[in-house]
């Protein structure tokens, strides 16, 4: 997979000129005047004063099409960094099948762990809220919470002022706050690991064999005490690079259990920029480029491809 830096002009640049042939006519009235209109592809309007003295008594017209992005077998993506913004596109082929956009200022904090405090158990619905450090009290259900059984009460697990690391898993929205979880985990290139869980799960869009083979390497390489579920990315992925993603997830949970947390609310864990997240959720040997806008990310995002 090659990774390029791009960049972005001010005016538009002919990329590539179509040798379509023209594949439609129609002739339609015109000011009193029978026109024949073509269609065909082109990647700017004509210079309106040049084509008004060009113009022939035998008309003829474009319209303008789009120009279509270069078919490919394997997917690509593209990632930009401009005004205070990130855009992440994913092609395959022609077409596009994913977009994310996320504002610097507006960063999400999906990811990111925290040292909370309990501020109000509310019984009927089975959840508390959570101060973990934002404007708006996050909100944990009786679900989530890490040490949890079957028909357990909220008012049995939590108490008014009490700490309790928390993750959040979805932004806050309008009114409401985060949702937050007690089940914390770490995502990785290739796999999730979960501390203090004994779940295992394998992408069920991995062909059998392949499933059989990763449930093999898991089986030898997985952590006593964590859980682990592997992503679609390690489809032909080696026991070693396997090893590698669980030990540096690993290592970064025990900096996570380890630290010196201080007074809650405080950010224990900080999830990586919007570019990041994706690249580890999406990027595997399908992809034959990934194009990255030049800009001081670039190196950061090449980095992280390469380890």
Avoid: C
Avoid at 129 to 156: C, L, M, P, Q, T
Wanted: charged share 30%.
């Amino acid at each position: 997979m090659e990774v390029l830096m791009f960049g972005l002009f001010k005016k538009s640049k002919v990329i590539r000129k179509s040798d379509e042939p023209l594949n439609k006519t129609e002739t339609k009235w015109f000011k009193g005047q029978k026109v024949k209109i073509k269609t065909g592809t082109t990647v700017s309007r004509p210079n309106r004063k040049n084509y008004r003295n060009n113009r022939s008594n035998n008309q003829t017209w474009f319209k303008e099409a789009p120009l279509p992005v270069p078919n490919v077998e394997k997917k690509q993506m593209l990632i930009s960094f401009k005004g205070g913004s990130s855009k992440i596109a994913i092609l395959e082929g022609a077409s596009l099948v994913e977009y994310y956009s996320a504002q610097d200022k507006k960063k999400s904090l999906v990811g990111n762990i925290y040292l909370g405090k309990v501020k109000n158990i509310l019984p009927g619905m089975e959840a508390a809220f959570v101060s973990f450090g934002e404007e708006k009290n996050g909100v944990i259900y009786v679900a989530d919470i890490s040490n949890s059984k079957r028909n357990s009460k909220i008012e049995h697990l939590l108490k008014p002022e009490q700490e309790i690391l928390v993750q959040v898993v979805k932004d806050a929205m309008g009114e409401k706050g985060a949702r937050l979880t007690g089940q914390i985990s770490f995502p990785g290139r290739y796999l999730v690991l979960i501390p203090n869980s004994n779940t295992k799960g394998i992408s069920r869009r991995l062909p059998e064999q392949e499933r059989s083979r990763l449930d093999r390497i898991i089986r030898k390489i997985k952590p006593e005490g964590f859980g682990v579920i592997v992503r679609t990315a390690a489809e032909g992925v080696s026991e070693s690079s396997l090893k590698n993603d669980i030990d540096k997830l690993a290592d970064e949970w025990a900096a996570v259990s380890s630290s010196n947390q201080g007074t809650a609310p405080v950010l224990i864990h900080e999830e990586p920029d919007v570019s990041i997240k994706v690249i580890r959720e999406h990027l595997n040997s399908n992809f034959k480029k990934l194009l990255i806008e030049k800009n001081k990310n670039f190196d950061n995002v090449k980095k992280y491809v390469e380890d």
